[in-house]
């Protein structure tokens, strides 16, 4: 929210007052309280007809701080507020010195100092991290005469901010206006389906603001020193996250908020979907699906887009009888081709749906403040919105659900949960609105997600969503929106993706070749590599199909060569899904968060790290030309493709063929792939391969899952001199290949227990 007239003046219609120095102060129950008010003051009759903040400060967690600002505490909380797993057993260090107070919560702290201007001085292990000083804690008034809370950062000199969501814009928000507001925007806008009130900074602290209400930011673009969070309440409650780096940070965020699960293995492969308003019917979608088995392109899931209800419907959870006769059959015939089937929804439910009166006449539905159904046209005629605070409602939308797991399905993509009301509306529970508009979106997901848990068992139970907030990143998987048809979009894409990384989520997915419109071959066959490289991969359209053979030969070649490379790293993607659900590290990294203390990564957004070990760098162009940087490290990345070496801490500039780009494997890393490229659920311990790259002297190890994720077996490397030993844990045999830069590559087949080699 801009409210400044450079720095000195306030835009007109706005009221400021600033939180000057320590009135009072008490420590009490683990927390501190401190009372600022807006002017010193130094004798009763300055106590008189004037404001003052009540800060409380206290420590949910280990090496998290939170901070809470308030005006007025006698608003009324309606509600719904993120779960936050706080721990009942932590207490923080609160200690008062004769200039200060301090405030220990694991390594991190905060020391507010008690002078003539506060200051909130925040470190990690005794390292300044971030500071608010004079001018920065306020109490705002809009022209409107709503109050604002607001805090403000000072942005350090080399200081960078990231995350807040999954952000089309540009990767390091520094000069950026952003709201926290979900909304159906495309990727071609600063608007967000994910809006995540978390930044990360290149100083390794993270900063919640652990509300689901607007909140509104200025990244350098009020004051260019400051970055600086308001929102539209009596409170302002934030959360300062401290750690060593940023996977340090998103470990205790997600701590916090919730890690994300881990996914079966059927879900990694690759996903097919008869697009959105193309015309399709059962023989259409069994052409697509045996057209992929018949030029051998493995195929995990394939999608029913709106149309599988009648159009004007949506939705009535019914299948559309003139086009799929025989559902039952139907979902058998695809299953039978071991295929899982998973079909579109949204909370919204069409005037004309079969279902609209019976929602209507028992209170399902988000409802006016007069009680009437709250409706539009937007999307379908007439459309009401369930209102998942009421537990009968829920009942009745999972009910459907359940019908539709019965007969076969087994995923939904769980669209829309952005538009919805926050002005004369009334939710069941009551609600703020303004709260739930937000909100809604979790309620939604994890809905969904115990209904096919229920029936389907919680090893397979996942999504396929578009919107999300904090929290939503224990009911995966997300994708990118609706994207355009061109390498701009593809760009703003990968961007989106680094940036809902930065804010708490494991996994993520995109539309490959774009939603809107037709690609071109080569968009195709470029956004494929990119799409097939990413945790989750979906071809997906909007009035074309996307099956491959429609964008020529190469284009079946190329998702089939890449299709069987991303199976055959199931073993490696599944360990890193691990480290996903364990630590909140996401599996498609930007580079700033796996090298922190290289310069060189900090701004770079067109190539990511796919798990620990694998640099990624997407062609963006139809000359297949890409720039990318190597991150300094001992040894040389190897291109698995190609085979060609590249030494750390330099650019390259390249030139690839249509079937290949740059994917280096890290030197001193070990990478488990498969026994099979052809299909996902299997014993990833039975024959698997070990790929040891540019070895160093010392230990390597990796895990291996079972194909939902659970740790079954693990290979450790240990090199000392040219002495290379192989130590397999629950691995009957495995092939073994080392890859060092200049020399062949050494490979060994059928392998049984312990082995020892000379390199």
């Given amino acids: 929210m801009k409210y400044l007239n450079g720095n000195w003046l306030v835009r007109d219609g706005y009221a400021i007052d600033y939180g000057q120095s320590i009135y009072d102060s008490k420590i009490k129950k683990n927390k501190l309280t401190l009372w600022i008010p807006f002017k010193e003051i130094t004798d009763p009759g300055m106590t008189l007809d004037d404001g003052m903040l009540t800060v409380e400060v206290s420590a949910p967690r280990k090496n998290i701080i939170n901070i809470k600002i308030i005006n007025y505490k006698g608003a009324v909380d309606h509600g719904p507020n993120f779960k936050l797993n706080k721990s009942a057993n932590f207490k923080p260090e609160i200690i008062e010195k004769k200039d200060r107070f301090i405030i220990k919560s694991?390594?991190?702290?905060?020391?507010?100092?008690?002078?003539?201007q506060v200051k909130f001085i925040y470190l990690y292990d005794n390292n300044f991290k971030a500071e608010v000083v004079d001018r920065s804690i306020a109490r705002i008034f809009d022209p409107h005469g709503q109050v604002h809370m607001s805090n403000s950062f000072v942005l350090q000199p080399g200081e960078k901010i990231y995350g807040l969501g999954e952000r089309f814009s540009n990767f390091v928000k520094n000069g950026q206006e952003v709201e926290i507001w979900n909304k159906d925007g495309?990727?071609?806008?600063?608007?967000?389906?994910?809006?995540?009130?978390?930044?990360?900074?290149?100083?390794n602290y993270g900063i919640l603001v652990d509300t689901p209400e607007k909140v509104s930011y200025e990244i350098a673009s009020q004051q260019v020193d400051r970055v600086e969070f308001s929102v539209p309440d009596q409170e302002l409650s934030f959360m300062f996250i401290g750690g060593e780096n940023n996977k340090e940070v998103l470990d205790h965020y997600t701590a916090l908020t919730g890690k994300p699960p881990l996914l079966p293995a059927w879900s990694y492969g690759l996903w097919l979907t008869t697009s959105f308003t193309t015309k399709y019917d059962e023989r259409t979608v069994m052409s697509f699906i045996n057209g992929m088995l018949e030029r051998n392109i493995p195929l995990s899931v394939f999608h029913f887009d709106c149309c599988w209800m009648k159009p004007t419907e949506w939705c009535n959870f019914e299948w559309d009888p003139d086009a799929f006769p025989d559902p039952e059959g139907l979902l058998k015939k695809i299953h039978d081709k071991g295929i899982k089937i998973c079909v579109w929804i949204n909370p919204?439910?069409?005037?004309?749906s079969r279902l609209?009166?019976?929602?209507?006449?028992?209170?399902?539905f988000i409802k006016k403040i007069n009680g009437d159904i709250w409706q539009w046209d937007k999307w379908q005629a007439g459309m009401a919105i369930v209102d998942f605070t009421n537990p009968s409602a829920v009942k009745w939308y999972q009910s459907y659900l359940k019908k539709l797991l019965y007969?076969?399905?087994?995923?939904?993509?769980?669209?829309?949960?952005?538009?919805?009301?926050?002005?004369?509306?009334?939710?069941?529970?009551?609600?703020?609105?303004?709260?739930?508009?937000?909100?809604?979106?979790?309620?939604?997901n994890k809905i969904v997600i115990e209904t096919i848990a229920e029936v389907k068992g919680e090893k397979e139970a996942l999504v396929f969503a578009r919107s999300a907030t904090v929290g939503s990143q224990c009911y995966p998987v997300h994708w990118g929106g609706d994207s355009s048809s061109n390498y701009s979009s593809m760009a703003e894409t990968l961007r989106s993706g680094l940036s809902f990384g930065m804010s708490g989520f494991g996994y993520w997915s995109h539309d490959i070749s774009g939603f809107e419109a037709s690609a071109t071959p080569d968009l195709y066959i470029r956004w494929t590599q990119f799409g097939l490289l990413t945790s989750h991969s979906r071809y997906h359209?909007?009035?074309?199909?996307?099956?491959?053979?429609?964008?020529?030969?190469?284009?079946?070649?190329?998702?089939?060569?890449f299709t069987n490379l991303k199976l055959r790293l199931l073993p490696y993607l599944m360990y890193m899904s691990l480290k996903a659900h364990l630590h909140g590290t996401p599996i498609l990294r930007p580079m700033i968060l796996e090298f922190p203390k290289d310069p060189g990564v900090e701004d770079l957004d067109m190539q990511y790290m796919l798990g620990d070990n694998l640099l990624v760098a997407p062609i963006f162009n139809d000359q297949g030309k890409v720039q990318f940087y190597v991150p300094e490290t001992h040894g040389r990345w190897i291109n698995i493709l190609t085979g060609?070496?590249?030494?750390?801490?330099?650019?390259?500039?390249?030139?690839?063929d249509e079937l290949s780009l740059p994917i280096l494997a890290r030197p001193n890393s070990v990478i488990v792939t498969g026994e099979f490229d052809d299909k996902t659920m299997y014993d990833f311990?039975?024959?698997?391969?070990?790929?040891?790259?540019?070895?160093?002297?010392?230990?390597?190890?990796?895990?291996?899952?079972?194909s939902y994720g659970k740790r079954i077996g693990k290979v450790k490397i240990i090199k000392q001199g040219n002495t290379l030993t192989i130590q397999p844990h629950n691995i009957q045999s495995f092939d073994l290949n080392i890859y060092i830069a200049k020399k062949k590559v050494e490979e060994y087949t059928d392998l049984v227990g312990e082995t020892k080699l000379t390199i």
């Fill in 106 to 116: 694991g390594k991190t702290s905060l020391e507010i100092t008690k002078g003539k």
């Fill in 644 to 656: 060609e070496a590249y030494e750390g801490g330099k650019w390259y500039k390249k030139i690839f």
């Fill in 186 to 203: 495309g990727t071609e806008t600063t608007q967000s389906y994910k809006n995540i009130p978390l930044y990360l900074s290149n100083r």
């Fill in 685 to 706: 311990t039975n024959h698997p391969t070990i790929n040891i790259f540019e070895p160093e002297e010392g230990k390597l190890a990796s895990l291996i899952t079972d």
């Fill in 407 to 444: 007969q076969g399905v087994d995923v939904f993509k769980t669209d829309f949960g952005e538009r919805i009301p926050s002005e004369n509306v009334k939710f069941f529970d009551g609600s703020d609105p303004e709260k739930m508009h937000n909100y809604y979106t979790l309620l939604y």
């Fill in 348 to 352: 919204y439910i069409a005037q004309k």
């Fill in 356 to 364: 609209f009166l019976e929602g209507m006449e028992k209170g399902y």
């Fill in 541 to 561: 359209g909007s009035t074309t199909y996307k099956v491959p053979w429609l964008y020529g030969e190469e284009a079946v070649e190329n998702t089939k060569k």
